[in-house]
C-alpha cells in the first residue's frame, strides 16, 4: 500500500460555464486514457452555472498531454478547463472539526465577513463552504480547521461577534459526533407554545395586568423568578379549575414546533420539555407531540378550586439545569450532546450547560449570556442549527 504522507504528482482541475447534460460524462471519459486516480470531487449548480473541480493523482509525465485533451475538450462542450500541477502531500484529514451554521431569512455578505474574520483571528481557517437550506430559511454551513476540542473557545468568540452584527449561528461539533443520539430539551412557554400559560390563567382570574408586568420582570431576569412565580399563582386563588381546559384549547403551539419534535424523532434523538408553567395545563400538549419526558409546575386543586398554591418543588432556573442533566443521565446521553432551547432568564443554566444551548427569540439579557441565539421565530430553524435536513 503506498504512503499516504508522501507527496505525489496530482492536477487540479477547474470547469465552469453553463450547465448541460454530458459534461461529467465527457470529462471522466477524456480522464480515462491515462493512469489516473481521483483523490477529490465536487460540483455546484447555481442558476444553471456549473463550478466542478476534480483533484486528480497522476504520472507527471502524462501532464503535457492531459492539456491538451482537456483544451480540446473545452471548445467541444463550450466550457472553460483550467488544470494546476502541483506535487501533493495527502494528509489524513481529521473529520472531528469545527462545524458553524449560519441561517436567516437572507444572509448578507457581512455576515460571513464578520464571521470569517473572527474564524482567522483565533488561528482558524475555513476548509469548506456549503448551503444546506434555501427555504423558508437559508442555512450555510462552515467547516472548520479547528478541532472539536476547541468549540468553548470558538463559541465564545463567535458569539459576540454573532450578537453584535445580530448573526443567528451555531457552533457545533463536527466528524463523528454530529451523528450521534442527541438530546433537546425545550422550555415551554413562549418557546414550544406562543403564549405565558400563566398569563392565560390570570385572563380568567381578572388579574391580566398584574401578571403580566410581574412574568415579564421575571423572564427578563429583573426580579428572583421563584417568588414572582409564587406571588402571580397567589392571585389565582378561588379559580375554577375548568378554566384550566379553557386555557389549554387557547394555546398555540410556535411555529415549526411540530416540525422539529417530529424530525428529531424520526432521526432517533430524544425530546424533553421542562417548564415552570403548569403541569395541569400542558401535558396534554405534551402527550399528543409524543414527548420524550417533561417536567413542570403543578396548581394545588381543593374542591374544583385553584388555592393559590403550588405543590412540591418549584420547577425555577436551577431546577431546569437539574431537569437536563438527569434526562441526559436516563438517555445515556453526553452533556455534550444535549441542546437545550428557552426564551428567559431561568433558561440560562440550562442554555449555558448545553452542549448546544440556544437563546430563542430571547430577551436580551439572556441573548447576551448565550453562545447562540435564534431570533427568527420558528422552531424548525434548530434543525439546520443542528445540521439536520427535515
Sequence with gaps: MPDRNMPTFTGLILVSGQD??????????????????IIDIEQIVIRGRLLLTVLINLDEGHAEAIVE????????????IAVDFAMHKELEQ??????????????????????????????????????????????????????????????SALAKVAIENKIDLAVELGGRARNLKRLVLLDMDSTLIEQEVIDLIANHAGKTQLVAEITSKAMAGEIDFTQSLIT???????????VLKAVRDEITLTNGAKELVETLHKQGHKVGVVSGGFIDVIEPILKQLNIDFYKANKLEIQNGKLTGKIEGKIIDRAEKLVALKEFARNEGVDLQQTVAIGDGANDLDMIQSAGLGIA??????????????LSIVDLSAVLLLMGIRS
Excluded: H, W
Design 94 to 155: 481529521d473529520p472531528d472539526q469545527l462545524k458553524v451554521v449560519i441561517i436567516g431569512n437572507g444572509i448578507k455578505p457581512y455576515a460571513l465577513a464578520t464571521v470569517a474574520a473572527e474564524i482567522a483571528r483565533i488561528g482558524g481557517n475555513i476548509d469548506d463552504i456549503k448551503r444546506t437550506s434555501t427555504s423558508p430559511i437559508t442555512a450555510i454551513e462552515l467547516s472548520l480547521s479547528l478541532p472539536n476540542d476547541s468549540i468553548k473557545e470558538v463559541q
Design 20 to 37: 448541460k447534460p454530458g459534461i461529467t460524462e465527457n470529462l471522466m471519459k477524456t480522464l480515462s486514457e491515462f493512469m489516473i486516480t
Design 232 to 242: 402571580r399563582v397567589e392571585t389565582l386563588s378561588g379559580l375554577d379549575e375548568s
Design 360 to 373: 430563542f427569540n430571547a430577551k436580551p439579557k439572556v441573548s447576551a449570556a448565550a453562545a447562540t441565539t
Design 69 to 80: 485533451d482537456l483544451n480540446t475538450l473545452q471548445v467541444k462542450l463550450g466550457l472553460d
